[in-house]
């Protein structure tokens, strides 16, 4: 793993840390492009987890867990993160499966990532 993708991946694992109360335990990203399209495994709570074992919690869960995190990354990317990059940050999708524990997460930047 190039030291670019291990500092990407400890970013993202410390802020969903932060605001979740637990980071992904693995992440696998590859750089295409301009996109870095990252794989994250392990990132429910217990208490998440409780939650989703009914319909409307499993569906407040997934809303949380996909629209908190691209809330927050649109009102800021991390710190460092486009200068990492070495390019502006200007689109995050993401979406999570809850029974399954996995997450996807898809940041498009203005500009080819060199690695």
Not at 47 to 52: D, G, L, N, P, V
Not at 66 to 77: A, E, G, K
Request: aromatic share 8%; net charge negative; proline share 4%.
């Amino acid at each position: 793993m190039s030291k670019k993708i291990h500092e990407f991946n400890d970013m993202i694992r410390k802020l969903r840390k932060e605001v979740f109360g637990k980071g992904p335990e693995r992440i696998h990203t590859v750089f295409v492009e301009n996109m870095a399209v990252s794989t994250l495994y392990g990132n429910i709570t217990p208490t998440e987890k409780f939650i989703a074992s009914t319909p409307e919690g499993l569906k407040m869960v997934h809303a949380a867990r996909t629209t908190m995190i691209q809330d927050l990354y649109v009102q800021s990317p991390p710190e460092g993160m486009e200068e990492l990059m070495g390019s502006k940050l200007l689109h995050l999708f993401s979406d999570i499966k809850i029974e399954e524990d996995f997450a996807i997460s898809v940041f498009v930047f203005e500009k080819n990532i060199s690695v």
